[in-house]
């Protein structure tokens, strides 16, 4: 009860104070503001500003200050038992009824319970983010695919392995140009016409049509450039600016998949018999490095790319091991068996890495696939470099290699509660299992391989 009349005491003294101002403007002199009065209407010199106090609407007037003919409308009133006072406008500017129709404004906001300097500020406030908003609408229209490609890809690409990164410059080559062991000029990337849109206008739509016409030329570089895309576009939806464009991935449309067709399984592998043509036709390549990388490549089932950045700091000769850069754990280490070391131990060390190459700007081998594929087609087989990783996974059989220890020495992740959590196999382990199938292996294929000489030599059988 007490709160009651504390409110209501408050009311009454606040209203009262309200109509007291009122009566003190009513007691001015006030008068029909016209344009004549305005015009004649000036500040004494004594004074520094006058009013001129509008009849017909309570709380407006003209002000005129000393020395200056530039009068100005102004609204007076009480906010908060407080004398507020702002201007509306010049009087140049503004007509009598416009600044009229202003002031029962201003009043009206007063009566509701606003201030009218608080409600300009967050009206200029609104207006101001309304800009920006347009500004950036405007700005983010204008980024292109290409744009953000390019930053993803020098944000990314250093964490990135040589042959990912090649994929993606791949991606978006513009072709027409001339290569260097053929007459034909270089295709367009596959994603080239994608990377000409804005971002914004890379809906599902786009991406469907795109997989539509890709599909029907070149479908296996489509399905890796449409995983490529599907991470470029998950990377920017959680980019500080793209995510305002790209809010869900397009490129995760079942169209688009379907347009592109399921990649067919390949079964290109070293048969147990094949082994003694291969090796023959691969000892047979005039360059010793491409040659030693190819039996090398076989004999550790490694990946191509892995195997290529081998350095020689990691190659432990003295323990017997190699350091290989993994894709899934980062690095592992497997046997470094004798067959290979001595394949190792007869390369010239040119630079830091073990396969060395004079022509290629990195000082390593790039592309020892040409070779590969005369010394299949002399031999009369077919396997590709991923195909010699295939067959040691399919050799190991032979031998009864165990699957975690064939599996740990490529480099594939373990499988199954066991294999992740508890099996830690020592490097000796490995050894003894590896060595062996590098043993049956060069047995398969006639060569007499003498550790104590150093030797190799054919049997001829």
Known sequence: MLIYILQYSEFWVTKRLQISYREKLENMSKVKLTAGRIAAFKCDEEKEQAFLWCAEVPGLGVRATSGSDDKRYIFQSKVNSKTMRVTIGRVKAWSIPDAQMEARRLQMLIDQGNDPRQVKIEQQEVKEAKVKENTQRAMLASITAMMAWSEYVAERGPLWSALHLRDHQRAIRVGGLGRKRSKKLTEPGTLLSLMSLRLVDLKEEKI????????????????????????????????????????????????????????????????????????????????????????????????????????????????????????????????????????????????????????????????PNIAHAKACAVAGLYVSLHGLRRSFASLCEWTEVPAGIAAQIQGHAPQGVREQNYIRRPLDLLRKWHAKFEEWILQEAKIDFDQQSKRLQLVVG
Not at 225 to 233: E, I, P, T, Y
Not at 275 to 283: E, G, H, M, S, Y
């Open 208 to 367: 469907e049509e795109w997989a539509r016409i890709e599909g029907a030329t070149r479908p296996t570089q489509a399905r890796l450039s449409l995983r490529l895309l599907k991470a470029f576009l998950f990377w920017c939806s959680k980019h500080s600016v793209y995510k305002l464009i790209i809010k869900e991935n397009p490129a995760q449309s079942k169209k688009a998949r379907e347009c592109l067709g399921k990649a067919k399984v390949k079964n290109d592998v070293l048969q147990k018999e094949q082994l003694k043509k291969w090796f023959d036709a691969v000892k047979q390549i005039n360059n010793p490095v491409i040659s030693a990388y190819l039996q090398t490549l076989l004999l550790t089932g490694a990946r191509r790319e892995e195997l290529a950045m081998l350095r020689y700091e990691h190659v432990d000769f003295r323990w017997n091991s190699l350091t290989i850069r993994d894709k899934v754990e980062g690095q592992r280490i497997i046997p470094l068996t004798p067959y290979v070391a001595f394949l190792l131990n007869l390369l010239p060390r040119r630079n830091e890495w073990v396969f060395s190459s004079l022509t290629s700007s990195s000082g390593r081998i790039t592309d």
